[in-house]
């Protein structure tokens, strides 16, 4: 095992590790009446953020879905601001106007969590057209969004305008086998939903979404295929959603059994094992790693307690772009 792969492995673990240590505790603070809205949180689907993020730039452009603080942190985001908005403080990337599902930070080439399913698709086959016939460069989108987005119609123009400007841009499908309380399988026509982008000359592939390793080698090929001019892809990341669609939700509509398991195979504690094996990790660098990331979670809520709300006379400002704009 070379040292590149033996760090990049551990980046991975770092990187999920992170975004499990924020859930926990942005589940537990909303529980405590401490955040307000709502939270949809992203345990059991790290490996996908993680394995994806790895690839990308900071240059590079990602659109994010309600259930995005994986993507946001994996991105590259600073656990204060991202806790501060959540908290609807001043201090949060949006400025506590954006909340759990709408966070964002252009800075970063996030475009923005959405609220609305299937939301981020024309927004990121916009940013595709940007680059493909405006900047002219070798950047990036890559698009996540979930199984109930692909059955919205945004789903199929967004595919259809990327094949016809062979716009780069790679189409990640988070199969979680629930589209909010519906299973999947009953609302979807297809047992793979990769095999949709067939319809529109895309290559489609499903995968193992809670295999890190699998998530890692296959977007790094549609990557660097987008990145070279070889246009979409779309890729199905086969997950599930441990919790409920949000933080409270009674869940009625699947069994305690059902989650109970799938939990050995979720994916933080399968690729330890893996790490374990090849001698990368132990218990000693594990407690290490998760210390770490609780530790810094806790400075971000401290944070965002200590910071202000947005005083009312604000509730107007940052509705539209000034005219000093961004310069991407």
């Given at each position: 095992m070379s040292i590149l792969e033996r760090d990049k492995m551990l980046e991975m673990y770092e990187t999920m590790v992170r975004i499990r240590a924020f859930e926990k505790r942005a589940e537990e603070l909303f529980l405590?009446?401490?955040?307000?809205?709502?939270?949809?949180?992203?345990?059991?689907?790290e490996a996908i953020a993680a394995g994806v993020m790895a690839h990308l730039r900071p240059d590079d452009f990602i659109t994010s879905t309600h259930r995005g603080h994986g993507h946001m942190l994996a991105k590259g985001a600073d656990s204060k601001p991202m806790m501060a908005e959540l908290f609807g403080k001043k201090t949060g990337y949006c400025k506590g106007k954006g909340g759990s599902m709408h966070i964002m930070n252009f800075e970063l080439g996030v475009l923005g969590a959405n609220g609305e399913v299937a939301g981020g698709l024309p927004i990121a086959a916009g940013a595709g057209m940007a680059i493909a016939m405006i900047k002219?460069?070798?950047?990036?989108?890559?698009?996540?969004?979930?199984?109930?987005?692909?059955?919205?119609?945004?789903?199929?123009?967004?595919?259809?305008?990327?094949?016809?400007?062979?716009?780069p841009i790679v189409f990640v499908v988070e199969n979680n086998c629930y589209a909010s309380t519906a299973c999947t399988h009953e609302t979807t026509s297809v047992e793979d939903i990769a095999v949709r982008g067939q319809g529109y000359n895309i290559e489609g592939i499903t995968i193992d979404g809670n295999d890190v390793l699998e998530v890692y080698e296959t977007a790094g090929k549609a990557i660097k295929k987008a990145r070279e001019g070889g246009g979409p892809?779309?890729?199905?990341?086969?997950?599930?959603?441990?919790?409920?669609?949000?933080?409270?939700?009674?869940?009625?509509?699947?069994?305690?059994?059902?989650?109970?398991?799938?939990?050995?195979?979720?994916?933080?504690?399968?690729?330890?094992?893996?790490?374990?094996?090849?001698?990368?990790?132990?218990?000693?660098?594990?407690?290490?790693?998760?210390?770490?990331?609780?530790?810094?979670i806790e400075k971000a809520i401290a944070f965002s307690q200590e910071s202000p709300y947005p005083a009312p006379e604000e509730a107007l400002t940052d509705l539209f772009v000034d005219d000093t704009g961004y310069d991407y």
């Amino acid at each position: 095992m070379s040292i590149l792969e033996r760090d990049k492995m551990l980046e991975m673990y770092e990187t999920m590790v992170r975004i499990r240590a924020f859930e926990k505790r942005a589940e537990e603070l909303f529980l405590d009446n401490k955040i307000p809205g709502f939270i949809h949180l992203y345990i059991g689907e790290e490996a996908i953020a993680a394995g994806v993020m790895a690839h990308l730039r900071p240059d590079d452009f990602i659109t994010s879905t309600h259930r995005g603080h994986g993507h946001m942190l994996a991105k590259g985001a600073d656990s204060k601001p991202m806790m501060a908005e959540l908290f609807g403080k001043k201090t949060g990337y949006c400025k506590g106007k954006g909340g759990s599902m709408h966070i964002m930070n252009f800075e970063l080439g996030v475009l923005g969590a959405n609220g609305e399913v299937a939301g981020g698709l024309p927004i990121a086959a916009g940013a595709g057209m940007a680059i493909a016939m405006i900047k002219k460069t070798d950047q990036v989108v890559v698009c996540f969004f979930g199984d109930g987005a692909s059955n919205r119609g945004a789903f199929h123009e967004a595919l259809n305008w990327a094949k016809v400007y062979n716009l780069p841009i790679v189409f990640v499908v988070e199969n979680n086998c629930y589209a909010s309380t519906a299973c999947t399988h009953e609302t979807t026509s297809v047992e793979d939903i990769a095999v949709r982008g067939q319809g529109y000359n895309i290559e489609g592939i499903t995968i193992d979404g809670n295999d890190v390793l699998e998530v890692y080698e296959t977007a790094g090929k549609a990557i660097k295929k987008a990145r070279e001019g070889g246009g979409p892809t779309i890729i199905e990341a086969k997950t599930y959603r441990l919790k409920g669609h949000f933080v409270g939700d009674p869940q009625k509509y699947r069994g305690e059994v059902e989650v109970k398991e799938k939990w050995p195979g979720e994916p933080i504690g399968r690729f330890e094992n893996f790490l374990r094996e090849k001698g990368v990790l132990d218990d000693v660098s594990k407690e290490e790693i998760w210390k770490k990331y609780e530790a810094e979670i806790e400075k971000a809520i401290a944070f965002s307690q200590e910071s202000p709300y947005p005083a009312p006379e604000e509730a107007l400002t940052d509705l539209f772009v000034d005219d000093t704009g961004y310069d991407y």
